[in-house]
């Protein structure tokens, strides 16, 4: 797949939304719907690869696997995992021992990715006990490392009429249970930071590439519309 720079602008958009948001939330009090936007973008680059892989002359499974794996860990783990160790140091200059004691458990979670089951029950999203934690920004990194172990074995392993209708199923069921946890429940925290109320969003960004798959059209057809517009489950992401 060619660079996209219309996908990285889309990108560099929703990730200034959220800073922004961070910033100063009054400036721009939806701003954290560039979370989401980024999800939807990242489903439909991570299918569209794997598509195209797996149309190549010579595809294997087994190298695919591999190669997209190998891949994912050149991009992400040398920056990843140097922002741990900068941000390790300051925490040990800066923090109080019993602050130091809670980073370095949120630190553990961080290096195996879990960080978003980690400050699910962290407490309010906005206290100041969780928004003080300085890793709190990596909860949707490893949402997006656990989509990453999940969609090239369903790409891969189905047919493209099979990931449609399995694709919008999934959209439609998992966003019901996060409506149903959040409105019903009141779990607005453990909704606002799951796994399930963020994959809608993988799978509508999904359900895109497969459509430009099968029609045979250009692989950026229709994106930007589509990258702003899955907003419709809002209130499961919310994270007030």
């Not at 190669?67 to 920056?79: G, Q, T, V, W």
């Not at 004691?101 to 100041?128: C, R, T, V």
């Not at 409105?183 to 359900?207: D, I, K, M, N, W």
Request: hydrophobic content about 50%.
């Amino acid at each position: 797949m060619n660079y996209r720079p219309d996908i990285q602008g889309l990108r560099a958009i929703a990730v200034l939304l959220v800073i922004l948001f961070h910033f100063n939330p009054a400036w721009l009090p939806g701003g954290f719907v560039g979370v989401d936007v980024f999800l939807v973008l990242s489903g439909y680059l991570i299918v569209s690869i794997l598509l195209n892989k797996k149309n190549q002359p010579g595809y294997r499974l087994t190298s695919t696997l591999r190669d997209f794996y190998l891949s994912r860990l050149k991009r992400i783990a040398p920056a990843y995992f140097a922002m741990l160790v900068l941000v390790s140091l300051l925490a040990a200059v800066l923090l109080l021992p019993q602050d130091l004691a809670i980073y370095k458990e949120g630190l553990k979670q961080a290096a195996w990715f879990n960080s978003n089951h980690y400050f699910a029950g962290f407490g309010d999203y906005f206290a100041p006990a969780n928004h003080e934690q300085p890793l709190l920004h990596t909860w949707s990194l490893a949402v997006e490392i656990q989509f990453y172990l999940l969609a090239p074995l369903l790409v891969l392993l189905l047919p493209v009429k099979a990931l449609k209708w399995l694709f919008a199923a999934l959209l439609i069921t998992l966003t019901v249970v996060a409506e149903y946890r959040l409105r019903v429940l009141g779990l607005h925290q453990a909704t606002y930071y799951s796994l399930y109320s963020r994959l809608p969003e993988f799978f509508a960004g999904g359900l895109l590439a497969l459509h430009i798959y099968t029609a045979g059209g250009g692989v950026g057809c229709g994106l930007p519309a589509w990258g702003w517009c899955y907003c419709w489950p809002r209130p499961a992401y919310s994270p007030s």
